[in-house]
């Protein structure tokens, strides 16, 4: 089976501009989460949707990032106006059964803005 | 300290050797994960092991699990250069959905 799928997988943009990152879960899989690694720090989660819903999205940094799953199949986080502490690696994740199984996390999208 | 606070931060071995990780946690859990992040790819499910296991087996990977003191170890045995990446531990929390990951050991294994 195709593995979890980000785009793109870099993305260099100016600070002010907007940048839409995108996943494809697994197909079938209900459970899709977003995390974020920024230089030298942890890895942090950010959302988890179920199908199209949101069921827990207290890691969204401010009111900039906006994730959506319309149709529960792929999703967006859009970034929207982009500041230079929003540089660092959004992974997106994918899972059948939920955390207590394990996620399969695509390669990740590096933003730099600059 | 962060909940699955990894140690040591970096760690250098030779091909062969082992290599050991330790991961300490502060809230109860239901399951602890390691994942393992090759440079500039995404982040790969190692192995889990629950709250009612004391210790796992994964090909060369070996994990425990001290739920008394809050611990898990990833032991790597015979590691090779294909083992260099960063290493992190990942918990759940009070059985919700998010993961929280530590902040990584980066293995060098030289050949």
């Known amino acids: 089976e195709a593995g979890v799928t980000q785009f793109p997988s870099h993305s260099v943009i100016e600070k002010g501009q907007t940048v839409t990152l995108r996943c494809d879960p697994i197909?079938?899989?209900?459970?899709l989460y977003w995390y974020r690694r920024v230089m030298g720090k942890e890895i942090k989660f950010l959302l988890h949707?179920?199908?199209?819903?949101?069921?827990?999205e207290s890691g969204m940094p401010n009111n900039r990032f906006l994730a959506e799953r319309t149709g529960g199949t792929y999703s967006t986080l859009k970034v929207q106006p982009a500041e230079l502490e929003d540089s660092g690696v959004y992974f997106c994740?994918?899972?059948?059964?939920?955390?207590?199984?394990?996620?399969?996390f695509g390669s990740g999208t590096r933003l730099t803005v600059v | 300290s962060q909940q699955g606070e990894e140690d040591p931060q970096a760690l250098s071995i030779q091909e062969g050797e082992n290599a050991t990780m330790n991961c300490s946690y502060k809230?109860?859990?239901?399951?602890l994960q390691w994942y393992r992040q090759n440079s500039g790819r995404g982040l790969v499910h190692l192995i889990l092991?629950?709250?009612?296991?004391r210790e796992k087996h994964s090909g060369r990977l070996r994990v425990t699990l001290d739920t008394s003191k809050k611990s898990s170890s990833l032991l790597i045995t015979a590691s090779r250069a294909a083992d260099t990446a960063s290493y992190f531990c990942?918990?759940?929390?009070?059985?919700?959905?998010?993961?929280?990951f530590g902040k990584g050991t980066k293995l060098t294994v030289n050949p």
């Open positions: 994740a994918s899972s059948l059964q939920g955390a207590r199984n394990g996620y399969t």
């Open positions: 197909s079938g899989h209900d459970n």
């Open positions: 949707f179920v199908k199209e819903s949101k069921q827990d």
């Open positions: 809230t109860s859990i239901n399951n």
């Open positions: 092991i629950r709250s009612n296991e």
């Open positions: 990942a918990t759940d929390v009070g059985g919700s959905e998010k993961l929280v």
